[in-house]
């Protein structure tokens, strides 16, 4: 089984320094625990990628300095923490400045199918502040949050090649999108 990545991991640019403004995609992430949103992340990136789009992976920092709306998409993910996304998500979705004109949420959780309740503070501050919400994406992800912890949590093998493989489709469908979009 490969390592998982560390609390402590950062994101990073692929590729590096050849972004054109209005053209790339931003993936803001940030995973916690177990690596689980970094996964959906990177396999979101690679997707991208593949489509022509130059994509930069940003931790919450890099987010909160960088200038998002140079971006054609950005995408906000983090685990799910007690039903919501995480709290520096949430914060950085009401401080953005200048906001990007079209975003994508995602994330990993224990519950995924609760995603429509799980999304919501994020969505209304994201609606509040007139941006376009292109898609949301939810997969199963290792949770041991609160009292799962005791019994080794759920999830313990997600996301795996499936989950993967969804969150591909999920990246395609919104390549295409965003090139129908900005024509």
């Known amino acids: 089984m490969p390592p998982q990545p560390t609390d402590q991991e950062t994101a990073t640019a692929i590729p590096p320094d050849n972004r054109s403004p209005g053209r790339g ?3 803001i992430c940030h995973s916690v625990h177990h690596g689980n949103t970094m996964q959906i992340a990177k396999s979101m990136a ?3 990628s593949a489509q022509g789009w130059t994509v930069e ?4 920092e ?3 300095a960088a200038d998002l709306s140079q971006y054609a998409m950005v995408g906000l993910g983090s685990g799910i923490y007690f039903g919501r996304h995480h709290p520096e998500i ?5 401080t953005i400045n200048p906001p990007p004109q079209v975003v994508f949420l995602f994330s990993t959780a224990g519950l995924p199918f609760l995603k429509l309740l799980q999304h919501g503070a994020l ?3 994201i609606k509040r502040r007139s941006i376009l919400i292109m898609g949301e994406h939810c997969c199963r992800g290792w949770d041991t949050v609160g009292p799962l912890w005791l019994m080794g949590g759920i999830n313990r093998q997600h996301p795996n090649a499936t989950d993967l493989a969804k969150t591909r ?3 395609h469908t919104l390549s295409q ?3 129908e979009k900005s024509g």
């Open 25 to 27: 995609i931003a993936i």
């Open 46 to 48: 690679e997707e991208f």
């Open 57 to 60: 992976l940003l931790d919450i």
């Open 62 to 64: 890099e987010a909160a």
């Open 90 to 94: 949430l914060k950085l979705a009401e």
């Open 123 to 125: 969505r209304r501050r």
């Open 169 to 171: 489709t999920f990246a």
């Open 177 to 179: 999108q965003l090139k």
